[in-house]
């Protein structure tokens, strides 16, 4: 059976797996406190408000792209608390909750904002 268009470009697609993988941790003596990810990883800061602050007008795409990520193979999520603030944290979870077993979710602490674009 022939693809259609949209198949056969869905089909030529590589996932984060091409860029290969990269440990983290590796310099640390015990090996087994080490992280393997995809080199391709995705990024959320964007993934919320104007300003990077509150919720994305359309909530439902940015849903979609962090399951989208996933699917094409991403296994590390880099977030952040003020994003949003805590808008990330929410929107991973409400989109892969219950999370891939190989999923890393790297988030950073301690930033306060004063509000959007701050």
């Known amino acids: 059976m ?5 198949e056969a470009v869905m089909n030529t697609i590589p996932t984060a797996a091409a860029a290969g ?5 590796a310099l640390r003596r015990a090996q087994d406190d080490t992280l393997t990810v995809n080199r391709m990883g995705f990024g959320g800061m ?3 408000g104007p300003g990077i602050w509150g919720w994305p007008e ?3 795409n940015a849903l979609q792209v962090l399951r989208r990520a996933v699917q094409l193979g991403v296994n590390f ?3 952040a608390d003020s994003y949003g ?3 990330n944290e929410e929107q991973i979870a409400q989109a892969l909750y219950p999370y ?3 999923l890393v ?7 306060t904002r004063g509000g959007p674009g701050k």
């Open 105 to 111: 979710i790297a988030t950073k602490g301690g930033l």
């Open 85 to 87: 603030p805590e808008v």
């Open 46 to 48: 964007r993934l919320c």
């Open 58 to 60: 359309d909530r439902e």
């Open 77 to 79: 999520i880099d977030t």
């Open 2 to 6: 022939a693809l259609d268009g949209y």
């Open 100 to 102: 891939p077993g190989d």
């Open 21 to 25: 993988t990269i440990t983290i941790g």
